[in-house]
């Protein structure tokens, strides 16, 4: 008899971890609906907040939808060349509580984005004097610095450097990145006109 009862313990045990694992997902699903409801709301406005008391006009960026921390609600990545250099051509936004807000600035230079899914980084390419690869995590919705790769113009040789900017080798850059994205390769997003047709189409 004792034997039988912890039969059905341990089927009882199995059947709940069955059940609770649609539930997840169930639950998941409408979280990247209403994200991406959100975020098709927002693009959809004249006026776009870039930064605080600064906005650009919605019509002039660009979008992607990518996965860039763990869970699976998607992040909004907007692209827009015509603002300053200095401030980046890019803006990193997420949906929480019910809100669409801006996690930072990002370099987007050349148009180029490029991302870890699901790692929680992503790569800020800088192009002044060189072309420098920044490595930064989201972290608590915030961009926390972690690794950088440049290479100067009149230099000619890549350097890297860790989160405190002091220069390290090669393959002490390689170990802290793989630390960060394990075997992950990079992903590259996909931008796109912030259109109606694209929001319909592309925004999901």
Known sequence: MLKRKKEWFILLCILAVFLAVPCVKTEA?????KAVKAYKEFLAKEKISWDENWEVPADECKFAIVYIDKDDVPELVLYNNSTAHAGGFGRIFTYKNGKVKRVGAVDIDGGKFYYYKKKGVFI??????????NYRKIANGKIVHKLQKGK?????KTRYYNSNKKEISKSVFNRQLKKLVGSKKKSSARFYLNTAAN??????
């Open 199 to 204: 929001r319909k189409r592309k925004c999901r």
């Open 152 to 156: 100067e113009i009149f230099d000619n």
């Open 29 to 33: 699903a409408p979280a990247k609906k």
């Open 124 to 133: 800020s390419c800088y192009v002044n004097g060189g072309v420098f690869d």
